[in-house]
């Protein structure tokens, strides 16, 4: 929290100023979560001071709030282009990254709970925080703006990807909120890049890509291998399954199903999770589409039968 509060601090992200009339103050929170690593192992203890966006009203306190994040299908070619012409992908890390988004609106915040106020004074942000409706989109521009600055243009596929071109050769950068994977033909230029990213934000140069939005990669001789173990892991212990067989067809060929079939779940979130949770699978393990396919027809009001299919596909 004391590291937390530091990094706010250092940014400058808030002035404590008398809440002006007729204007709301959005509230905060400690959040705490544990990052693992790709073998479950724990890597490091996280805190994030995070507002709470849900009080915020449109109008007042924010506008736009959309912002593009990259296309797994685009990220799935990035790799396989780099596998077939042999490039090193490098991943980042941006620390902090909505911090450094910077606020148009006016948003005033309590402080932060456990630490010692000024009665009758807010936080008054500079900078956009975790947990406001528009800070991804601040984050986007703010790293769109930098990354257009060192010549790069967006795809017009994709409006998170980036490339530039030059007489060395190509880089091509892929951003999913503050993770980004690099590839090129030109690895003095990726070194460049990288400094002068990390001159602009606080970056953590995580080296080869390894494991990446909860898909893990290994490179071979014939390219790059992608699976999601721990994925299934957590899965399997959602759905406290522990002892599993495989089967080649988890559902029988030509079996329908209907929505009357069956009981009705009384707790159905657990179902909506798990083929949720599959239908992210299906990256690693086309083969069971078809499979996902069927069971999320029936997400609304699933039975025990449905149930029961799910568990097949486990």
Same mark, same amino acid.
């Given at each position: 929290?004391?590291? &937390?509060?530091?990094?706010?601090?250092?940014?400058? =992200?808030?002035?404590?100023?008398?809440?002006?009339?007729?204007?709301?103050?959005? $509230? #905060?929170?400690?959040?705490?979560?544990?990052?693992? *690593?790709?073998? +479950?192992?724990?890597?490091?203890?996280?805190?994030?001071?995070?507002?709470? $966006?849900?009080?915020?009203?449109?109008?007042?306190?924010?506008?736009?709030?959309?912002?593009? !994040?990259?296309?797994?299908?685009?990220?799935?070619?990035?790799?396989?282009?780099?596998?077939?012409?042999?490039?090193?992908?490098?991943?980042?890390?941006?620390? *902090?990254?909505?911090?450094?988004? @910077?606020?148009?609106?006016?948003?005033?915040?309590?402080?932060?709970?456990?630490?010692?106020?000024?009665?009758?004074?807010?936080?008054?942000?500079?900078?956009?925080?975790? /947990?406001?409706?528009?800070?991804?989109?601040?984050?986007?521009?703010?790293?769109?703006?930098?990354?257009?600055?060192?010549? %790069?243009?967006?795809?017009?596929? @994709?409006?998170?990807? %980036?490339?530039? #071109?030059?007489?060395? /050769?190509?880089?091509?950068?892929?951003?999913?909120?503050?993770?980004?994977?690099?590839?090129?033909?030109?690895?003095?230029?990726?070194?460049?890049?990288?400094?002068?990213?990390?001159?602009?934000?606080?970056?953590?140069?995580?080296?080869?890509?390894?494991?990446?939005?909860?898909?893990?990669?290994?490179?071979?001789?014939? /390219?790059?291998?992608?699976?999601?173990?721990?994925?299934?892991?957590?899965?399997? &212990?959602?759905?406290?399954?522990?002892?599993?067989? =495989?089967? @080649?067809?988890?559902?029988?060929? *030509?079996?329908?199903?209907?929505?009357?079939? +069956?009981?009705?779940?009384?707790?159905?979130?657990?179902?909506?999770?798990?083929?949720?949770?599959?239908?992210?699978?299906?990256?690693?393990?086309?083969?069971?589409?078809?499979?996902?396919?069927?069971?999320?027809?029936? !997400?609304?009001?699933?039975?025990?039968?449905?149930?029961?299919?799910?568990?097949?596909?486990?």
């Amino acid at each position: 929290m004391d590291e &937390e509060l530091s990094a706010l601090h250092k940014i400058d =992200t808030w002035n404590l100023v008398p809440l002006p009339p007729d204007n709301s103050v959005v $509230g #905060c929170h400690w959040v705490y979560k544990i990052k693992t *690593n790709s073998d +479950g192992s724990i890597e490091r203890y996280k805190v994030r001071l995070v507002a709470k $966006g849900y009080s915020q009203q449109y109008g007042m306190d924010y506008e736009e709030t959309f912002v593009p !994040v990259a296309k797994m299908t685009t990220i799935r070619i990035l790799i396989v282009v780099a596998s077939i012409r042999r490039w090193h992908i490098s991943q980042l890390d941006v620390k *902090n990254a909505f911090l450094n988004g @910077d606020l148009q609106e006016e948003v005033y915040m309590t402080h932060p709970p456990g630490i010692s106020r000024d009665s009758g004074y807010v936080c008054k942000l500079k900078k956009a925080l975790y /947990g406001l409706k528009q800070a991804p989109r601040a984050w986007f521009e703010k790293l769109s703006i930098v990354i257009l600055s060192l010549d %790069f243009v967006f795809s017009s596929h @994709d409006s998170a990807l %980036f490339i530039r #071109c030059t007489d060395a /050769g190509r880089i091509i950068l892929s951003l999913y909120v503050d993770d980004m994977i690099i590839t090129s033909d030109d690895i003095d230029s990726i070194s460049v890049l990288k400094t002068e990213l990390a001159r602009r934000f606080e970056m953590k140069d995580l080296g080869y890509l390894r494991y990446f939005l909860g898909i893990e990669v290994a490179y071979s001789p014939r /390219g790059y291998l992608f699976s999601q173990s721990k994925y299934v892991a957590n899965i399997l &212990e959602r759905a406290r399954l522990t002892d599993n067989k =495989t089967v @080649d067809t988890p559902i029988e060929v *030509n079996t329908r199903y209907f929505s009357s079939d +069956g009981l009705p779940l009384i707790y159905p979130t657990l179902y909506r999770t798990i083929v949720g949770s599959l239908v992210y699978l299906t990256i690693t393990h086309p083969d069971i589409t078809y499979d996902v396919h069927v069971v999320s027809q029936f !997400v609304a009001s699933p039975t025990t039968v449905h149930w029961a299919t799910v568990l097949c596909i486990l």
